[in-house]
């Protein structure tokens, strides 16, 4: 089993930035990816941004948060980041983290809101 817990998540206002950590617990040694959903009221989660956390790094972003955000890594740790940038108020919203692991097993955190908004 895979526990995570994230942190950062604040009110900021329009254009600025916030840092996101989540941090892996338990059977850590079998995550092979990592990343970033979001789902804001009324609307379905969606993908923000995804890393993997052995071997070679890739990433994967979503359009609407292309060079404004950057995911970030400790593969020994299997602790990731998220760095938002520029931030707007249709960033707003809960921000989960999760693992992949295993043969194909994910694990999800409980969330962490962010509020944009002056």
């Known amino acids: 089993q895979v526990q995570l817990v994230e942190s950062g998540g604040d009110l900021v206002q329009p254009g600025g930035s916030l840092r996101l950590s989540c941090v892996a617990s338990g059977s850590i040694f079998g995550i092979y990816s990592m990343g970033w959903h979001r789902q804001a009221p009324g609307k379905q989660r969606e993908l923000v941004a995804s890393i993997t956390t052995s071997g070679s790094e890739k990433t994967i972003y979503a359009d609407v948060v292309k060079g404004r955000f950057a995911i970030s890594r400790d593969s020994a740790k299997k602790t990731v980041w998220l760095q938002m940038n520029s931030l707007k108020p249709e960033d707003t919203a809960v921000y989960y983290c999760?693992?992949?692991?295993?043969?194909?097993?994910?694990?999800w955190g409980r969330g962490t809101q962010v509020t944009v908004s002056s």
């Open positions: 999760n693992a992949f692991y295993g043969v194909a097993d994910v694990a």
